[in-house]
């Protein structure tokens, strides 16, 4: 299971060198002065909220939903060919990622959402209530009763399965809530049971989202909102060539 350790507090983990984006850094950045926030999904929020406001948002409901069981089938790829720890904590911190995105897509708070989850009255945590939502369920999933990895990561594609309904796209944002509660629950179950840290996990993405943002904005020339997203796209893969070295 995780040893989990002492990390440094979340604004700190997001704070940005000017040579990480390889470049000189701009002036001006839709991601500058980030709010400290005291939750890994608040932070993860305002970086999705920022970024949606410049433009930078799928264009289909459909594929902001199917990104998401991209993000699951690069983890199950991970997990199989045994690419270790790290690998697999990038690839569930970017499913919890997309969720917290495809929340902001239907006015869903997911710090919320997820707290809803939390607080059923099957689930228990010695976490005082001020802790944020993942951190209070990743402490639930220490007593969840999965056996095995297996099956945690075949009820949370469960939950996606259930998910996808073309008439959840206009649903009330209540209902919607409960929903992305669950999604999010049941990565934090995938993370644990695989001896990820979902907290790490999600802050590394999020810090990943940002120097990929902070690529395209410096790279396309001029503003997101002004260009068609194909090209957007195609930034965005070649920033991952550039700033990861993965393709």
């Known amino acids: 299971m995780m040893n989990v350790q002492w990390r440094p507090p979340i604004w700190q983990a997001l704070r940005f060198r000017s040579e990480e ?7 001006e950045s839709a991601m500058d002065n980030l709010p400290m926030a005291p939750s890994p999904l608040t932070l993860a929020a305002e970086v999705g909220r920022r970024a949606i406001a410049e ?3 799928w264009p289909q409901y459909d594929d902001s939903w199917h990104v998401i069981r991209n993000e699951y089938a690069e983890f ?3 997990c199989h060919e045994g690419l270790g720890q790290e690998a697999m904590a990038h ?3 970017d499913v919890i990622f997309s969720i917290v995105k495809l929340a902001l897509r239907h006015g869903v708070d997911a710090e919320t959402a997820l707290n809803t989850i939390n607080r059923h009255p099957l689930h228990s945590t010695p976490l005082a209530a001020s802790a944020s939502a993942l951190h209070r369920a990743r402490a639930i999933a220490k007593q969840a009763p999965w056996a095995e990895s ?4 075949a009820h949370a594609l469960a939950q996606y399965d259930a998910f996808y309904d073309v008439r959840y796209a206009h ?3 209540g209902q919607m809530a409960d929903k992305i509660g669950m999604l999010l629950f049941s990565a934090v179950e995938v993370a644990y049971h695989h001896g990820i840290d979902p907290v790490d996990g999600l802050l590394t993405a999020t ?3 940002v120097r ?3 690529y395209l904005e410096q790279h396309t020339g001029k503003p997101l909102r002004e260009q068609p997203f194909k090209t957007l796209f195609e930034f965005w893969q070649v920033s991952k060539n550039e700033l990861t070295g993965n393709g």
């Open 55 to 57: 433009g930078f948002e």
């Open 21 to 27: 984006t390889g470049s000189k850094k701009m002036s």
């Open 171 to 173: 649903a009330p944002a």
């Open 207 to 209: 810090r990943e989202f």
């Open 91 to 93: 690839e569930i911190g």
């Open 150 to 153: 297996s099956p945690v990561l």
């Open 76 to 78: 199950e790829a991970a």
């Open 212 to 214: 990929r943002y902070r």
